[in-house]
Each structure stands twice: as structure tokens, then as C-alpha cells.
């Protein structure tokens, strides 16, 4: 899902900075190609941002799904307790890149401009959009791990669950009935 952002991020960096569309709106003279170290500054940066942001999602939906076994409540769940956080920090990283749009070297205005498209359409289209609906077509097959890593995060602690009432081996003996392929 990161890389549907940053490929857009890319074909809009093509698009206004190489072919030279907003050239007059952003004050620059179009090179008529890319700087080769942007796409790669961009997706060192991106990679990172959009995975905390993967994190969270994730970790919200796993914890109601551990704790309820029905995916798609988890899934809404998950979603209503981050979206807020996520839009929140989308909003302050598009106004930091975007700011680097007032740069005087193309290159820096470049990178800000293609990295607040980038935030903007992975906290709005793919986090909020295309992860949550993904999940829910995937169903009981989101939890689905192989069998030594499934026996090893047990072993570890992973998989341990807190109820509202402590008892955690009925919350596993729940996930392991709701998810396929969970008894080997």
C-alpha cells in the first residue's frame, strides 16, 4: 500500500517538475527532467511515515480483533480510534512539506512538494480508504500466520490478550477458532 502513495508522489513529481504544469503557481523554471536523488530521498522518508502510520492502524484493528473475533468490527474499530490521530499528523507533515514549496532551489521544492502529495494520499486514500476495505474483503484470513512463526509468537508473548476480566486464554482460544490455519 506505501508504494500506491509514493508512485503517485512520483508521476505528480513528473508532471509538475519535469514537464513544468504549475511551474507559474510555484514560481520555477522546469528542468525537463527529475533529479535523480529525489525519488530516493522521498521514499527513505515516506517508507518511514507511512509505516507509523501502518503501525498504528494495525496495532488498533489487532487489538479489537484479539479481543471481539469479528474482523469487521475490528476494522471499524481500529479506524475510529486512529483516524483522528492520523489525520492530525497527515496535516501537520503536509504543512511542513509544503512549506519547503517557497524554496528557492528546485530540488528542495521538489521534495516538499512531491512528499505533501505523498502524505496527503496515504493518510487520506490508502490508510483511511484502501487498508480498511482491503481488510474487510480479506476477512478471517488478515490473521493468518504459518504455523512455527504462529507457535513461536505464542511462545514469546505476542499473542497474549488482556480481557476485561484478565482472562486471557479465553481470548486466544477465541482468536485461534476465528482465523484459519491457527491450530499448526
Known amino acids: 500500500m506505501t508504494l500506491l502513495s509514493i508512485t503517485a508522489s512520483f508521476g505528480a513529481l513528473v508532471w509538475i517538475f519535469q514537464?513544468?504544469?504549475?511551474?507559474?503557481?510555484?514560481?520555477?523554471?522546469?528542468?525537463?527532467?527529475?533529479?535523480?536523488?529525489?525519488?530516493?530521498?522521498m521514499f527513505c522518508v515516506l517508507f518511514g511515515?507511512?509505516?507509523d502510520y501502518e503501525v498504528v492502524l494495525l496495532s488498533r484493528i489487532q487489538e479489537a480483533w484479539r479481543r471481539t473475533g469479528d474482523n469487521a468490527a475490528s476494522v471499524a474499530e481500529g479506524l475510529a480510534r486512529t483516524a483522528r490521530m492520523i489525520t492530525g499528523a497527515a496535516l501537520i507533515m503536509i504543512a511542513v512539506f509544503a512549506a519547503f514549496a517557497l524554496a528557492e532551489v528546485i530540488t528542495i521544492k521538489s521534495i516538499g512538494v512531491g512528499m505533501a502529495i505523498a502524505v496527503f494520499i496515504d493518510a487520506t486514500i490508502v490508510r483511511v480508504l484502501l487498508v480498511p476495505a482491503t481488510m474487510r474483503l480479506m476477512g478471517r484470513w488478515n490473521w493468518w500466520a504459518p504455523g512455527p512463526l504462529?507457535?513461536?509468537?505464542?511462545?514469546?508473548?505476542?499473542?497474549?490478550v488482556e480481557t476485561s476480566d484478565g482472562d486471557a486464554d479465553r481470548a486466544s482460544d477465541a482468536e485461534r477458532r476465528a482465523a484459519p490455519g491457527l491450530a499448526g
Do not use: K
Open 19 to 41: 514537464e513544468g504544469n504549475l511551474s507559474g503557481l510555484l514560481d520555477f523554471e522546469p528542468l525537463g527532467y527529475t533529479v535523480a536523488g529525489n525519488p530516493i530521498i
Open 49 to 51: 511515515l507511512s509505516m
Open 150 to 160: 504462529r507457535r513461536l509468537t505464542d511462545r514469546l508473548g505476542f499473542s497474549h
